[in-house]
């Protein structure tokens, strides 16, 4: 139910892609303007987590995930009824908070419900109702854009956010939440509930100890092995928006167009079957991160990139079109999808001790939706700058070669192994490891 948050984060965020072909012809939007209108909701996603660094401690994680719900639905009422580009704009900011807040809280409440054997896969399920809501998305756009019925795209997301709304009343606040504000009670009975009642004493001894060893203040983040793990946290943010597949992403109907898909419609539908298509390979991430492990999974992911961003970027280089370039977005998908997309979410929530976790997870998070906004903003006007000077826009994919190459050298020399740990030996480990 907690994943869920993830859905709307996908529908609301990946919606923009099926109408910003017509979006930029109702209110003639320049290359700029197209990019900012698109981009428009991660101002929004970056303002998110500086509210929830305070609202996931204050209230907790379940309160923030009902505050983010209350935005979508603002949101959603707001860009179905605009008279301007300023106001869609104002309105996709406000959801862009929802989305910031959810990318936060969610996570970072499955990370601390989940029992450890289970918690990477658990935690996946947040991606999962990511690529879920996209998918849906894009299938909403698909069969809207025959009408050309753009605000109904938007209007459409108050179906998920009413059913989200009650979901989230049936859902218990997290064990270490609870244990952070001395109530140990409550926090025993939610630990039983999951692990059974012989473990659940050991694991409320184990979070009582660490977070006798925290402060939680933001001083603590620059103690030896905690600064390691928060820097950790931050490049596993960047880099896996850095390294191409967000940008493609978002304008892929735009980008099938100049490969000779013959109208709106063909292309949102080829953009529906790629992100189909993700939802299986989520599912085959999920089935490996609690048994290959994150470390090798973001290694093999960032290799994969490398070779897919640079292929899309001769697919354009030479002017091929059609179902091959289709393809080749496909080798740009299952990387990010399998390994570089979901890793960050999973391992943000799990590097860093609780009493500094909401503050640690919402930098981190506030620093992957920079990243995001920076690509998506600037990739209209690189992708026109690219076509100036080179005839093409492969310039543009083979800048992410690079990034790609340098997500691998990080995991390569720090990405830690967190599977099949609990939150507390990580948390220890981490703290020790400055000490060395």
Known sequence: MAALGGFLFGYDLVMISGAVIFLKEEFGLSAAGLGFTTASAVIGCIAGPIAGMRLCDLLGRKRTLIAANLLFGISAIGTALPETIDQFNFFRVIGGIGCGLVSVASPMYLAEIAPARLRGRLVMMYQLAIVVGAFSATLVAYYLAFFEAWRWMFASELVPILVFGVLLTLIPRTPRWLAQQNRYQEARRVLARINGREKAEGLLQEIRESLAEETGAFSELLKPGIRTAFAVAVLLAVFSQWTGWSVVASYLPILLLKAGFADASDAIFQYAMVNGINIGLTLVSMSLVDRVGRRPIWLVTSLGMVFGVTLLGAIFHFNLTGFVVVGAVLMCAWPHVIGLGPLAWVMMSEVLPTRVRARAVSIATM??????????????????????????????????TLTCALAFVFGWKFVPETKGKSLEKIARDCRHSGNR
């Open 367 to 400: 620093c992957l939706w920079i990243a995001n906004y920076s690509g998506v903003h600037a990739f209209p006007v690189l992708l026109e700058l690219s076509e100036e000077r080179f005839g093409s826009p492969a310039a543009v994919f083979w800048i992410f």
